[in-house]
C-alpha cells in the first residue's frame, strides 16, 4: 500500500501547496503576463518588458479594485478582506520574492514552454519554503489545513481527491474555505505563508533521505490499512484507496481524511517528517 501512499500525499501536496489563495490568480489574470511578447533582436532569451517594470507591476497589483471585489465573492469580509489585502502587498513588495517572480516571468517570455512555470509562482515558493518552518509552525500550518479540508462539501473534497478539479475551480473552493477561518486563525495562515515563500527563495531544498520517505510511508499505509479495516466498508473502501480516481466522491474524502487525521495524530521526530513528506513537490 506504500505506493498508494505517495499518491496520497501527491493528491494533498497539489491542493494544499497550491494554496496561495487568489494571489496566484492574479498573476495570471494580468494581461501583461498572459500575453508576454518576445524582443525582435534575434535573440529569444530576453524579454521585452524590463526586470523593473515587471516588480513594478507585482507591487501595484494588490491595489487593483478587482483584487477585493474578487476577495469580497469569495466570502472576505471587514478585517480578514483587509487580511487578504495586506497579505498580498507583503508578498508581492516584498523584494527578494518579486525579484523571483519577475526572473521567472522573464525566463517564461524566452521560452514558452516553460510559461506554465510562471503560473502559480508564489505556491511553489511556499511549497519549498515549509520545510524550513519549525515543526510547530508544520503541525500548526497542516492543522488549519486540516480544518479546511474537514469543513468542504463532500463532493468538492472528493473532487480534489480524485484530482478532478480544474486548478482555477480548485483555488475559488479553498479560498472560500480560508476566509471562514477566524481571524486569528487567517492572520497566523498568512504569517506562515509569507515565510514560508520568503524560505523558498533563499533557503535551498530540503531533502528527505529514501530511508527516512520509506518509514513515511510505511508507518501511513499501516495506520490507514488499521482504519479502513474498522471501516463500515473495508472491502469498498480497500478497493477505493486502490484506484481513487475511479472511487466515489464520498469514499476518496473519506480517505484523504483518514489520511490528514493519521499525520495530525503522530508526534515528535515521526510527525515532522511526515510533514515534511507532504510538503515535497508532487512528483
Known amino acids: 500500500m506504500t505506493h498508494l501512499v505517495r499518491l496520497g500525499s501527491a493528491r494533498f501536496s497539489w491542493c494544499l501547496r497550491c494554496l496561495a489563495l ?6 495570471s489574470a494580468q494581461p501583461a503576463f498572459a ?7 534575434g535573440t529569444a532569451d530576453r524579454a521585452s518588458v524590463p526586470r523593473s517594470d515587471i516588480i ?7 491595489d487593483y479594485a478587482d483584487f477585493r471585489s474578487e476577495m469580497r465573492t469569495l466570502g472576505f469580509r471587514g478585517e480578514k478582506l483587509d487580511l487578504a489585502v495586506a497579505h498580498a502587498e507583503l ?16 525566463a517564461a517570455y524566452g521560452a514558452p514552454e516553460t510559461g506554465a512555470d510562471a503560473r502559480g509562482l508564489i505556491g511553489s515558493l511556499i511549497e519549498r519554503g515549509l520545510p524550513h518552518m519549525s ?29 478532478r478539479m480544474p486548478p482555477g475551480q480548485f483555488v475559488r473552493v479553498m479560498s472560500r474555505m480560508a476566509a471562514r477561518l477566524n481571524t486569528a486563525g487567517l492572520r497566523n495562515y498568512y504569517r506562515l505563508q509569507a515565510k514560508a515563500a520568503r ?3 533563499t533557503r535551498p531544498p530540503v531533502r528527505l533521505s529514501r530511508a527516512r520517505m520509506d518509514a513515511v510511508e510505511t508507518r ?8 479502513i479495516a474498522q471501516s463500515d466498508s473495508p472491502r469498498v473502501m480497500q478497493r477505493a484507496i486502490g484506484n481513487l480516481p475511479g472511487a466515489s466522491n464520498a469514499r476518496a474524502c473519506a480517505i484523504g481524511r483518514m489520511f490528514m487525521d493519521i499525520v495530525a495524530d503522530m508526534e515528535g521526530q515521526e510527525q515532522r517528517d511526515a510533514l515534511l513528506y507532504l510538503s515535497l513537490p508532487s512528483p
Open 35 to 41: 500575453q508576454p511578447t518576445l524582443a525582435q533582436s
Open 199 to 201: 524560505h523558498g527563495v
Open 22 to 27: 487568489a494571489l496566484s490568480c492574479l498573476l
Open 91 to 106: 508578498i508581492y513588495r516584498d523584494p527578494v520574492i518579486a525579484g523571483y517572480v519577475a526572473d521567472r516571468v522573464i
Open 135 to 163: 515543526t510547530a509552525e508544520l503541525g500548526y500550518y497542516h492543522r488549519v489545513e486540516k480544518l479546511m479540508m474537514e469543513a468542504l462539501p463532500v463532493r468538492d473534497c472528493g473532487r480534489i481527491m480524485r484530482n
Open 220 to 227: 501511513i499505509a499501516e495506520a490507514l490499512a488499521t482504519r
Open 56 to 62: 513594478r507591476l507585482l507591487a501595484a497589483l494588490p
